[in-house]
């Protein structure tokens, strides 16, 4: 167990729709990263968010949208969702850097239909 | 942008040999570079990871190289068990980009 949760383990929705998928950081780690695993495109970097503020942005569409909250969960945002965007979410989380160990929460399945 | 490659992307070896899977990379400021484990229905784990002021760090069974001229890193396991079974991914990052960029991954099978 990382100590990173993430919320919903699976997701099922159509195609046009909205959903947010939720994170919660190990203790004490201020970074959270997000990440998108497909089949086809591997782990793909999406956004990363320190103590609040974006750090770094990745391949991610403009149809998907990330914040982080003074408690420091983070949640993901992905809106008109296409049959593309099926594909394993996951939020990582580390104590500020990139060059800290990022340990990975379970990950969120999303199907979209 | 950074550019990693991974090889090879299936592995099988019979238990207790060792098995090498090895990354290149395309950005000569990247200094950091982690290894990644992940198992069936799980998250990637680090297992180990170097930075580019060292040129071998060794964790138990598992090993990691790094030859910064040629820009490549290579993982050793040892003594493969079969829980080495696992998907593995090698990464890259260039300190100020802030971003790890993954290679594609090596399905690592351990035959008994």
């Known amino acids: 167990d990382s100590g990173v949760t993430q919320t919903p383990k699976h997701l099922i929705t159509a195609t046009g729709q909205r959903v947010t998928l939720r994170c919660s950081p190990r203790s004490g780690d201020l970074s959270v990263y997000w990440y998108q695993q497909s089949l086809d495109q591997g782990l793909q970097f999406l956004i990363q968010?320190?103590?609040?503020?974006?750090?770094a942005k990745g391949n991610i569409l403009e149809r998907f949208s990330a914040q982080q909250f003074p408690d420091l969960h983070s949640e993901l945002n992905l809106s008109s969702l296409e049959l593309g965007d099926s594909a394993l979410y996951f939020c990582?989380?580390?104590?500020?850097?990139?060059?800290?160990?990022?340990?990975f929460g379970p990950g969120t399945r999303l199907t979209v239909l | 942008g950074e550019n990693v490659e991974q090889h090879p992307s299936t592995l099988s070896v019979q238990e207790g040999d060792s098995a090498v899977i090895k990354c290149t990379y395309s950005?000569?400021?990247?200094?950091?570079f982690p290894w990644y484990k992940q198992e069936l229905g799980k998250g990637p784990q680090l297992i180990i990871d170097?930075?580019?002021?060292?040129g071998e760090k060794k964790d138990q069974r598992i090993a990691v190289t790094l030859n910064k001229t040629a820009k490549h890193f290579s993982l050793h396991i040892t003594e493969t068990q079969p829980e080495d079974s696992a998907v593995y991914f090698c990464a890259a990052e260039n300190f100020g980009n802030e971003k790890l960029t993954f290679g594609t991954g090596t399905r690592l099978t351990i035959i008994p």
């Open positions: 170097i930075r580019s002021n060292v």
């Open positions: 968010y320190y103590n609040g503020e974006e750090r």
């Open positions: 950005d000569s400021a990247s200094n950091y």
């Open positions: 990582a989380s580390s104590v500020a850097g990139v060059t800290d160990t990022q340990y």
